[in-house]
């Protein structure tokens, strides 16, 4: 069963201050992870999506990393501003009965403080 | 052009009685998956559409969850018999196959049963 875990749960930076957040997987089989942003009360947006046999993506100041061999990803926000301020979270996307649910991290509530 | 959007937005209900929440797939998408969060538990799976068939409903968590899909579009999540551990946000997803293209998320339908 996969699990995914984000470590730490919660961040705070200053304004300009390079982000770095961690996700951590079990399963080394994982398909694709995906990248998510969450405001208060919002539904996710997706930000990145790597798949298994990519290292990277990136879009504008946001690039995440995956490595499959010691079951990591990581999310860099290069330059941070307090628009960035959300809950990031992760997960892993495994094929299953021809599907690909989603496990999902705990999430890093970020704060950037102006 | 449209995201995925789900109806209601806030459902408050009494405990016992009968719940349907609704969601609007991206126009195409043919996989759609319904997640739930809460407080306790984080972002879990629920059950996952390909076309108008479900070969996955392994997160459902008891009997009284339900799920279809009519059209390869429309689908309706129903909780019977509501207990107030239902008490969370409801989140659809939709992506264009099943094959690991990313998944796309709506607003979420927060459900609190008294």
């Known amino acids: 069963k996969q699990e995914v875990t984000q470590i730490p749960a919660a961040l705070s930076v200053p304004e300009g201050e390079n982000l770095v957040l961690n996700c951590s997987f079990t399963?080394?089989?994982?398909?694709?992870l995906q990248w998510f942003r969450q405001d208060p009360g919002k539904g996710l947006t997706s930000l990145l999506l790597?798949?298994?046999?990519?290292r990277e993506q990136t879009s504008g100041r946001l690039n995440a990393s995956l490595d499959k061999s010691s079951g990591r990803s990581t999310l860099y926000i290069a330059a941070s501003q307090p628009g960035d301020s959300a809950t990031y979270l992760c997960?892993?996307?495994?094929?299953?009965?021809?599907?690909?649910?989603?496990?999902f991290g705990g999430g890093t509530r970020v704060l950037v403080k102006p | 052009g449209a995201g995925v959007s789900q109806s209601p937005s806030n459902k408050v209900t009494e405990k016992g009685k009968d719940v349907e929440l609704r969601c609007d797939p991206i126009?195409?998408?043919?996989?759609l998956y319904w997640y739930r969060q809460s407080l306790g538990q984080g972002l879990e799976f629920l059950i996952y559409?390909?076309?108008?068939?479900?070969?996955?409903k392994s997160g459902l968590p008891s009997d009284r969850f339900s799920a279809e899909r009519t059209g390869g579009s429309v689908s309706t999540l129903t909780i019977q018999r509501t207990q107030q551990e239902d008490s969370a946000v409801y989140l659809c997803?939709?992506?264009?196959?099943?094959?690991?293209?990313?998944?796309?998320f709506g607003p979420g339908t927060r459900l609190t049963v008294t």
């Open positions: 997803a939709s992506s264009v196959t099943s094959g690991g293209t990313g998944q796309y």
């Open positions: 399963d080394s089989a994982i398909y694709n």
């Open positions: 790597i798949q298994s046999s990519q």
């Open positions: 997960a892993g996307g495994m094929i299953k009965a021809a599907g690909n649910k989603l496990t």
């Open positions: 126009s195409g998408h043919t996989a």
């Open positions: 559409f390909q076309g108008n068939s479900a070969p996955d």
